[in-house]
């Protein structure tokens, strides 16, 4: 697609549900980032696929956490037993393998409410 | 530990004033630098960035910014703000001797221009 696309757009949960955020990255883009955006604490680094390799999981907060990417595309963050401070918007980048001197494409973001 | 640092959280400024966002990073060796700006309700977009070459750099709508190798700093500027330019700016920095291809962003600085 154009760019990078994210759905949901807006999820509201009850504590202790899971949830399933979905990332589609601009095609081509073997490299994809999830980073999470809390108010006033700028973007915390989640995980990052590129292409086949294992993932670099070092930014998930806990085991609640998990991502998966099929087919070397669209991906999917899968946020267990949510709890109220998991509450923010969800961010996915993608970027052209080794590129990332171009910088990221970042999609809208999913704003996760945990009631 | 390796971080990026963005003072002044809150800034507010009056049409035509000069805007200065201080940049900071721990990392060492070779990095690659950027700006980018989230208008209110809308996606980050890449605003400038740096990898080598001249070391004041040109973005989209007047910003520039500067790299100072010496004091880690890569400040944003732009000589005479427009109420169009309200929005939260971040800092972000990819360090290639590490050998990652993440960012790490700063916190963000919100920036209200009063018409």
């Known amino acids: 697609g154009a760019g990078v696309s994210q759905s949901p757009s807006n999820k509201v949960t009850e504590k202790g549900k899971d949830v399933e955020l979905r990332c589609d990255p601009i095609?081509?883009?073997?490299?994809l980032y999830w980073y999470r955006q809390s108010l006033g604490q700028g973007l915390e680094f989640l995980i990052y696929f590129q292409g086949n390799s294992a993932p670099d999981k070092s930014g998930l907060p806990s085991d609640r956490f998990s991502a998966e990417r099929t087919g070397g595309s669209v991906s999917t963050l899968t946020i267990q037993r949510t709890q109220q401070e998991d509450s923010a918007v969800y961010l996915c980048?993608?970027?052209?393998?080794?590129?990332?001197?171009?910088?990221?494409?970042f999609g809208s973001g999913t704003r996760l409410t945990v009631v | 530990a390796q971080s990026v640092s963005q003072h002044n959280h809150h800034v507010i400024l009056s049409e035509a004033a000069s805007l200065e966002l201080g940049c900071n990073y721990s990392?060492?060796?070779?990095?690659?630098l950027f700006w980018y700006v989230q208008y209110p309700g809308q996606h980050l977009q890449l605003l400038l960035k740096?990898?080598?070459?001249?070391?004041l750099v040109k973005g989209i709508k007047g910003f520039e910014a500067e790299f100072i190798k010496s004091k880690f700093s890569f400040n944003l500027r732009k000589p005479s703000v427009q109420w169009s330019d309200t929005a939260e700016y971040f800092c972000?920095?990819?360090?290639?001797?590490?050998?990652?291809?993440?960012?790490?962003f700063g916190k963000g600085n919100q920036v209200v221009v009063i018409p």
């Open positions: 980048a993608s970027s052209l393998a080794g590129q990332t001197n171009y910088g990221y494409t």
């Open positions: 095609s081509g883009h073997t490299a």
């Open positions: 972000a920095v990819n360090a290639l001797l590490h050998g990652n291809n993440r960012l790490a």
């Open positions: 740096y990898f080598s070459g001249d070391p």
């Open positions: 990392y060492g060796g070779t990095v690659n």
